[in-house]
């Protein structure tokens, strides 16, 4: 079994269970469009005030959004002892951790792709500098988001209380990526600055973390 | 041993005594910022210390994933909570100082961002140890270290760019930076028995943490011959 189709067979598997329950993607939903709406309600902006205030908005939806679905990644695998089985199977466990994050990141870059148009409705946004770094520094920062996310979900579904534990270990670790999303997509949304700086900026937090992640892994999954 | 710490630890109080007369009857009154800047003399040695014990804290882990030994763990965990205990003085020294200087309490600059941002990375540390069950909680929580040691130059990188307020290093370089000999003479002092003071919570912890581990391991060990009997 070579890395690459361990990898290929465990992200085909969780797409295809994803595709027929559709249980991430729904909850993932929902959560944002409540955030959207809540939002909206608690600060009324005009067109020039949300486009100054549009970066933090969507990027705290998306963070809290992805929360959701991140929590679901490892649960499906505990039910039958699945995650003992891939322990004493010769499958390298790089594999299993790059199939989860690409799963997460894809349903990540789905629920992105599906709000996008309802922030650009409820915020009447318009962006001033070019929508194509947007598309860049939507990529960097979900994936950002999405591997330190698989991670500390590997860690926090083996605590007491799971669901409450991810969030409180990957909110700070992530404070540096979230701060250069939003100063990137406030800059691109109002033109006045140039993102140049936290786009590199996030792609070296995205190299640094995927190569920690990598090196930490088998640990993770064999801690007993 | 015992006797040898405790002679540490007797000495360790000397030096706060003297550190702490050092820091408000001799350090001189500083021109602009009055008395309220003796609380330097507190602050900065509290942040060293937390360092210290942030270091302290990913070595032990690093050793730890390499040769899963307990002794390493325990210290890892007991250098992380006096970490915090230092951390925390900073953060409550340093608005208590800005606020009759800078006239705010509190400005999302890069040194002070950092230190909030460490200090929280710490504390969901000290969670993660304290809500994981048996025998994983060693190597959890030691990924989760390394993970922070990793974050701490990137967020320090990224709010250097976004803003900076806080002065630059007083001591060393800049023509117009240096501290009066006396008053470095007090801060070495304080930072003397700060890191001490710091030394001996944590050898304190330690032993703790190892008594804790001894206590759970007779515990196992007698209820296992229950059971057998």
């Known amino acids: ?224 | 041993m015992k006797q040898l710490f405790i002679a540490f630890i007797v000495l360790t109080l000397g030096l706060l005594a003297y550190s702490t007369y050092q820091a408000l009857y001799v350090a001189p009154t500083e021109q602009t910022m009055g008395d309220v800047q003796r609380i330097f003399y507190y602050h900065v040695p509290s942040a060293w210390t937390a360092g210290v014990c942030f270091l302290v804290n990913f070595l032990a882990s690093v050793v730890y994933l390499w040769k899963r030994n307990t002794a390493s763990d325990a210290l890892a965990a007991a250098s992380a909570e006096v970490g915090m205990t230092f951390c925390t003085i900073v953060l409550i020294t340093g608005p208590i100082w800005a606020r009759p200087v800078w006239g705010i309490w509190w400005t999302w600059d890069a040194r002070l961002t950092t230190t909030l941002v460490l200090w929280l990375i710490y504390v969901s540390y000290l969670m993660l140890r304290r809500f994981s069950a048996g025998g994983q909680t060693q190597v959890l929580a030691a990924a989760l270290a390394i993970f922070g040691f990793v974050d701490v130059p990137i967020v320090y990188m990224s709010i250097r760019w976004f803003r900076t307020q806080h002065p630059s290093p007083v001591m060393g370089g800049g023509e117009n930076s240096g501290l009066d000999p006396v008053m470095l003479q007090a801060f070495f002092w304080n930072l003397l028995s700060f890191t001490c003071v710091g030394i001996v919570l944590m050898v304190l912890r330690y032993r703790l943490q190892r008594l804790e581990e001894n206590v759970e391991a007779k515990h196992a060990a007698v209820a296992l011959q229950g059971g057998s009997r």
């Open chain 1, 1 to 224: 079994m070579t890395t690459l189709s361990v990898t290929r067979a465990t992200l085909h598997k969780d797409l295809r269970m994803e595709w027929r329950s559709k249980d991430a993607i729904n909850s993932m939903l929902f959560f944002a469009l409540l955030v959207v709406v809540i939002f909206s309600f608690a600060f009324n902006p005009t067109a020039e005030e949300s486009r100054s205030i549009a970066g933090g908005l969507v990027w705290v939806a998306f963070l809290f959004a992805a929360v959701v679905a991140l929590n679901q990644t490892w649960a499906r695998e505990l039910r039958n002892q699945v995650l003992d089985a891939y322990r004493v199977s010769p499958a390298p466990p790089n594999a299993l951790f790059v199939a989860k994050a690409l799963g997460n990141f894809l349903f990540v870059v789905v629920l992105e792709v599906l709000m996008t148009p309802l922030f650009v409705v409820f915020y009447n946004l318009r962006s001033v500098g070019p929508v194509w770094q947007l598309v860049v520094v939507a990529l960097l920062g979900t994936w950002a988001l999405v591997v330190n996310g698989t991670f500390f979900a590997a860690l926090s579904i083996r605590t007491r209380s799971r669901e409450i534990m991810l969030p409180l270990l990957l909110f700070p670790i992530s404070i540096p990526a979230v701060l250069a999303m939003v100063d990137a997509t406030t800059s691109i949304l109002t033109g006045e600055a140039s993102p140049d700086f936290w786009i590199k900026m996030l792609a070296v937090y995205d190299l640094v973390f995927t190569a920690v992640c990598l090196l930490l892994f088998e640990s993770v999954l064999n801690a007993e």
